[in-house]
């Protein structure tokens, strides 16, 4: 979830209109539509868009919490993103931990007929470790250790549920002021158990595991561990760890740094193809991380 320009939110005045008897109020958000029920009261303020629609920022007034609501317009046109919609429903719904988002309600429409966009107001955060990563906001060790920290004890949770998350990166990582850290975005996510989940495109390239990049039919809770590490360096670094403008280089970059596999590291390749191209790559001798970086205490 990209946050939006501070400044640009706050110069933003919404006004409001009812409809639907005052049940429901209508705003126009930088030329969308959004249509919530009157409990959500103002200032009615952006905070992050994406691909998905919009999200705003709002007070529920019977509860008196601040909250997000992501509108998903038209979200039944397209079957693969309806069906991301409801996995993160059903999965949000079942999870309870404090580095996870919790969803807080899902608006019911207010009219069944017509009935083509999806409201879900989830608990407000303030930002997302992607802009932090890219801010000149000082990170220090103690900063990378508590996000860490807190990475792996919601993923810890997550896995226990026997679920795979799939799409972890900065940007799906959101922060507060008190650098309380919640792993969000469940579109992709996968319960191990699950017979089809193997052969969707997940995890965006710079955080994909080998095994992703390499076409493998079957694979563990061992992708998204290699995520979080590609997470920390970029925390520690301020710039991604494997940048890779395709799968050919990103996983000539990986052999980079990481050196040439032995024979009993390709063990989960079943592709004679995928072997030979992992085997056909420059051979690089391994050395350690803690060599390769000598400036970051973490890794010594």
Known sequence: MEKENDSNASAVQVKGVPIHGGRFVQYNVLGNLFEVPSKYIPPIAPVGRGAYGLVCSATNAETKEE???????????????????????????????????KIKDIIRPPDKEDFNDVYIAYELMDTDLHQIICSS?????????????????????????????RDLKPSNLLLNANCD????????ARTTSETDFMTEYVVTRW????????????????????????????IIKREPLFPGK?????????????????????????????RRYVKQLPHVPKRPLSQKFPDVSLLQ
């Open 67 to 101: 909250v997000a609501i992501k509108r998903i317009a038209n979200a039944f046109d397209n079957r693969i993103d309806a069906k991301r919609t409801l996995r993160e429903i059903k999965l949000l719904t079942h999870m309870d931990h404090e580095n996870v988002i």
């Open 137 to 165: 906001q000082e990170l220090t060790e103690d900063h990378c250790q508590y996000f860490l920290y807190q990475l792996l004890r919601g993923l810890k949770y997550i896995h226990s549920a026997e679920v795979l998350h």
């Open 181 to 188: 850290l919640k792993i969000c975005d469940f579109g992709l």
């Open 207 to 234: 955080y994909r595991a080998p095994e992703l990049l390499l076409n493998c039919s079957e694979y563990t809770a061992a992708i998204d561990m290699w995520s979080v590490g590609c997470i920390l360096m970029e």
């Open 246 to 274: 395709d799968y050919v280089q990103q996983l000539g970059l990986i052999n980079e740094l990481l050196g040439s596999p032995e024979d009993s590291d390709l063990g989960f390749l079943r592709s004679e193809n995928a």
